[in-house]
């Protein structure tokens, strides 16, 4: 895989799991009223998948380095994203909470991943820059994420926020 291709992989898979973590805040509200969920439930749908993510990114950064980081990459971005779209879907608040687990675990196998293509892809001597656009975008993307995800949530409802990031997991996924 070329190196650009590489840097626009690992970013992507970055910015969706970081967007992910924050974009449901503002939503939550009407997922509440949608789902007759109560404050407790709702709470669970971010802390859930915050949980898995980061419970799992050792033990998925072990799976990429036996099994290689693209094919966790592609796995984890095409399991991502069904989940993605599962939830947008999801019929009760017991539904979403379960598959936001789903989805951390995927998330959790591409986030590491998305390093490690980078350092398999650029010499140590020219891996600064693409290191400093992948932690810009994350960073970017978790201060967006509320922005976006009150606007979709607003005009669309908030399984549009679940929604957002479905096509751009399949395309890096497959590109991967």
């Given at each position: 895989?070329?190196?650009?291709?590489?840097?626009?992989?690992?970013?992507?898979?970055?910015?969706?799991?970081?967007?992910?973590?924050?974009?449901?805040?503002?939503?939550?509200?009407?997922?509440?009223?949608?789902?007759?969920?109560?404050?407790?439930?709702?709470?669970?749908?971010?802390?859930?998948?915050?949980?898995?993510?980061?419970g799992?990114?050792?033990?998925?950064?072990?799976?990429?380095?036996?099994?290689?980081?693209?094919?966790?990459?592609?796995?984890?971005?095409?399991?991502?994203?069904?989940?993605?779209?599962?939830?947008?879907?999801?019929?009760?608040?017991?539904?979403?909470?379960?598959?936001?687990?789903?989805?951390?675990?995927?998330?959790?196998?591409?986030?590491?991943?998305?390093?490690?293509?980078?350092?398999?892809?650029?010499?140590?001597?020219?891996?600064?820059?693409?290191?400093?656009?992948?932690?810009s975008?994350?960073?970017?993307?978790?201060?967006?994420?509320?922005l976006?995800?009150?606007?979709?949530?607003?005009?669309?409802?908030?399984?549009?926020?679940?929604?957002?990031?479905?096509?751009?997991?399949?395309?890096?996924?497959?590109?991967?």
């Amino acid at each position: 895989m070329n190196r650009r291709l590489t840097l626009a992989c690992s970013v992507a898979g970055a910015v969706l799991v970081a967007l992910d973590g924050t974009v449901l805040t503002v939503a939550q509200p009407s997922l509440q009223g949608s789902l007759h969920a109560s404050y407790a439930e709702v709470q669970w749908t971010s802390t859930a998948y915050l949980l898995v993510v980061a419970g799992l990114l050792v033990f998925a950064g072990r799976l990429g380095d036996r099994y290689g980081q693209r094919r966790m990459f592609a796995l984890g971005m095409l399991g991502f994203g069904a989940a993605s779209a599962a939830i947008g879907f999801a019929p009760g608040i017991g539904w979403v909470i379960g598959l936001r687990v789903v989805q951390g675990v995927f998330g959790a196998l591409l986030q590491p991943a998305t390093l490690g293509m980078l350092r398999a892809a650029y010499p140590p001597d020219r891996l600064a820059m693409p290191l400093a656009v992948r932690t810009s975008a994350i960073g970017l993307a978790a201060a967006t994420g509320p922005l976006v995800g009150g606007a979709l949530a607003t005009w669309l409802g908030w399984r549009s926020v679940f929604f957002l990031g479905v096509l751009p997991a399949l395309a890096f996924g497959l590109a991967a």
